[in-house]
């Protein structure tokens, strides 16, 4: 079983739409999770981290952990042509492990 | 605000020959990483550093490969003797410490084995 798994799309929305990401892990050993956002040809690009289960905001974007069924979310609310990217969720400590990432087109 | 630097952005080099990666992680930071993302496939883990140790590998860090932290803002990773399927994107990732666990990464350096 893969330890991240992560639908790689693509997935194309509308400008404004409200854009849903996610993930299925394995392995339950306290860990961290993020969420990266690579664009053509350069690094990941930190955009969120937790620990715990529940929620967590940054303006349009929130992150969900839902331990019990080991399912990482990414909402993105009234999304933009610069939000146009590949989403890599990750979990780890001290070595990353992550999905294959999700090729995200926002259409104006 | 500061940033993980890379240089070169491109690289390209014979099968067999030497090639240095280097880095400049973020000023304040302890731990740092070298990961790499063969095109159109995940980013892989190869190992970390912390406290001029290497702290864990992956299978991929063979004994083709070592790092090193020549003084105090380098970071680099060599490759004694590269294969074509050496190929890919290498990043480097640094993190502060403590309980922050959040890795930040540079804009990577493509390397082409020929």
């Known amino acids: 079983q893969k330890e991240v798994e992560q639908d790689p799309g693509p997935l194309s929305v509308p400008e404004g739409a409200i854009v849903s990401l996610n993930c299925t892990y394995s392995n339950s050993a306290f860990q961290y999770f993020m969420w990266y956002r690579q664009y053509s040809r350069k690094g990941p690009e930190l955009l969120m981290y937790?620990?715990?289960?529940g929620n967590k905001e940054d303006g349009r974007f929130t992150a969900q952990v839902d331990k019990s069924s080991k399912y990482i979310s990414l909402f993105i609310r009234d999304s933009q042509p610069s939000d146009s990217a590949t989403y890599l969720c990750?979990?780890?400590?001290?070595?990353?492990?992550f999905g294959t990432g999700t090729r995200l087109t926002i259409i104006p | 605000e500061p940033e993980v630097t890379q240089t070169p952005s491109h690289q390209v080099t014979q099968m067999g020959q030497e090639v240095i990666l280097r880095c400049v992680p973020i000023s304040n930071h302890l731990y740092f990483y070298w990961y790499r993302q063969i095109l159109g496939q995940k980013v892989e883990f190869l190992v970390s550093f912390y406290n001029n140790e290497i702290s864990e590998k992956s299978e991929i860090f063979d004994d083709q490969f070592s790092v090193e932290r020549p003084d105090g803002s380098n970071f680099t990773l060599k490759i004694r003797s590269t294969k074509l399927e050496d190929s890919a994107m290498y990043f480097c990732?640094?993190?502060?410490?403590?309980?922050?666990?959040?890795?930040?990464f540079g804009p990577g350096t493509r390397l082409l084995v020929l």
């Open positions: 990732a640094s993190r502060p410490g403590g309980r922050q666990e959040t890795q930040y």
């Open positions: 937790t620990y715990s289960s």
């Open positions: 990750a979990k780890g400590n001290e070595k990353l492990t």
